[in-house]
Nanobody, 127 residues
Framework: QVQLVESGGGSVQAGGSLGLSCAAS???????MGWFRQAPGKEREGVAA?????????YYVDSVKGRFTISQDNAKNTVYLQMNSLKPEDTAMYYC????????????????????WGQGTQVTVSS
């Protein structure tokens, strides 16, 4: 069993920055870790993902490319999401997810592929 604890988030004005962290209780193996978000009335969508091997490949949804950066610290079993140039449409509950067997081939976008989820942290961007 892997527990995920998210931190960060909060409220910011458009154009501002926020950082999220997701600490895993352990890395049981190499797998895909991702960040998802869910706005009120909308489905949960993938935002970014990273393969947990050192130097692992990163993946982004088009709407955040160039603005968000996912990274990891393997020594701390922690994945980060740095969000810059935030927009009101980025407002959502953000969830960390872990345990997908693969990131590649679009697998990182599939919610059902992840075995573990964090409790979520709210990000609010005002205009």
């Amino acid at each position: 069993q892997v527990q995920l604890v998210e931190s960060g988030g909060g409220s910011v004005q458009a154009g501002g920055s926020l950082g999220l962290s997701c600490a895993a209780s352990r890395y049981t193996s190499t797998y895909c870790m991702g960040w998802f978000r869910q706005a009120p009335g909308k489905e949960r969508e993938g935002v970014a993902a990273i393969w947990t091997a050192p130097g692992g490949t990163t993946y982004y949804v088009d709407s955040v490319k160039g603005r968000f950066t996912i990274s990891q610290d393997n020594a701390k079993n922690t994945v980060y999401l740095q969000m810059n140039s935030l927009k009101p449409e980025d407002t959502a509950m953000y969830y960390c997810a872990a345990g997908a067997a693969w990131c590649s081939g679009g697998m990182w976008l599939k919610r059902d592929e992840y075995n573990y989820w964090g409790q979520g942290t709210q990000v609010t961007v005002s205009s």
